[in-house]
């Protein structure tokens, strides 16, 4: 296995604490704002706090796979980190052994945040870094975190 790890940063208007109650709360919104990729979210554990296990279900729309099924590792309220891993579907088993995720919701000056995500994997042997993935990653959590964030401009008062 080969670890690797990469990490981008997002500025938004929307508050760091709105973003953050969002992502306590994926597994209603997420759904509604991903509608063309995601088919819905179903928990197997736990109620959205640590140890929850929740399968991420994708349309045909994704191609590379049908689902992913997340455990969430932690939740850091007093810093607003966020930290979950892939444990089946996806490209575990396939291109990587393990893959964890660690968001963190910083405020902005003046108005607004940055998110920080960093992902952590380990490619399994034989199977070489590809660059050009990883971009496409980085722009659809990009994509993705937009719609969120252009969901949430729309409703000023959710999460709030």
Not at 20 to 44: A, C, E, M, R
Not at 87 to 101: L, P, R
């Amino acid at each position: 296995m080969v670890a690797e790890s990469y990490s981008f940063e997002i500025e938004s208007p929307v508050e760091a604490k709105r973003l953050w109650n969002g992502t306590l709360d994926t597994y209603n919104l997420l759904p509604k704002q991903v509608l063309g990729i995601t088919s819905g979210i179903t928990l197997f554990q736990g109620d959205g706090g640590v140890s929850t296990i929740r399968q991420v279900n994708f349309t045909a729309a994704n191609k590379d796979f049908s689902y992913v099924k997340e455990k969430v590792d932690l939740i850091d309220e007093a810093n607003m980190v966020y930290s979950f891993s892939h444990v089946e579907g996806g490209v575990i088993g396939t291109k990587d052994a393990s893959i964890s995720y660690t968001i963190k919701f910083s405020p902005k000056a003046g108005d607004g945040s940055i998110t920080t995500t960093t992902c952590n994997y380990d490619s399994l042997l034989g199977v070489p870094p590809d660059e050009a993935k990883i971009e496409e990653i980085k722009a659809q959590s990009i994509g993705l975190f937009k719609k969120v964030e252009e969901y949430l401009i729309a409703n000023p008062t959710l999460y709030s």
